[in-house]
């Protein structure tokens, strides 16, 4: 099952580090997504790309940012990483903006900052 | 923006009874409502959606109701089994390029 695949699984690096999670898509998808899973569980929609366009930005420090080499990879960097940042971070895709089809997501990466 | 909330937040069924969770949302113009089930250290993957112009989905043992009138859906499960035990997630999307999820119910089916 490698319709969305996330690298690394597991990251765990001190406080002010930089860090990279990269995602890729293999379902032809022109739509894909960076979510925040917090301790708590809940799921938080950080980015979306369309593309390689970004059409979502929430709320989120810009100590993150969102790169889409071509639209079947959308990575995540992180600056000057933050206790709070420790979550799981989900990468999904869809196939397009604007359908009403669901997300497909990717297995997770676990990152937790000491 | 759009808030989605659901409830309970935790539910411990017997195996084989039926398991409720229901979500709210709070903006009209939402037409578009997937469920995911998430097991322990898994990804969420999509178990039933329901669209707006619908008021009730079917498949086996899930259902799905919405009332657009009141803005809640729910997620209904019969016949419970062990393996149903995990983490569900309800989600609203607007224009279908965003999905606000649910704080997620935590399913126990006790054997």
């Known amino acids: 099952d490698t319709a969305v695949s996330q690298t690394p699984k597991y990251l765990v690096t001190q406080m002010g580090n930089d860090k990279s999670i990269k995602c890729e898509q293999n379902?032809?998808?022109?739509?894909m997504y960076w979510y925040k899973q917090d301790s708590k569980k809940f799921l938080k929609i950080m980015f979306s790309y369309n593309n390689k366009e970004l059409i979502i930005n929430e709320t989120v420090p810009n100590r993150f940012s969102p790169k889409s080499p071509d639209k079947a990879h959308l990575n995540l960097h992180i600056n000057s990483l933050e206790l709070g940042d420790s979550a799981v971070y989900f990468c999904?895709?869809?196939?397009?903006?604007?359908?009403?089809?669901?997300?497909?997501f990717g297995p997770g990466t676990r990152l937790l900052v000491l | 923006g759009e808030n989605v909330e659901q409830h309970p937040s935790t539910l411990s069924v017997q195996e084989g009874d039926s398991a409720v969770i229901k979500c709210t949302y709070s903006?009209?113009?939402?037409?578009?409502f997937p469920w995911y089930k998430q097991e322990l250290g898994k990804r969420p993957q999509l178990i039933i959606d329901?669209?707006?112009?619908?008021g009730e989905k079917k498949d086996q043992r899930i259902a799905v109701t919405l009332n657009k009138t009141a803005k809640h859906f729910s997620l209904h499960i019969t016949e419970t089994q062990p393996e149903d035990s995990a983490v569900y997630f309800c989600?609203?999307?607007?224009?279908?390029?965003?999905?606000?999820f649910g704080s997620g119910t935590k399913l126990n089916v006790k054997p």
């Open positions: 903006d009209s113009a939402s037409n578009y």
């Open positions: 989600a609203a999307s607007i224009n279908f390029n965003k999905f606000y």
């Open positions: 379902l032809g998808h022109d739509t």
């Open positions: 999904a895709s869809s196939p397009r903006t604007g359908w009403m089809e669901t997300q497909y």
């Open positions: 329901i669209r707006s112009n619908v």
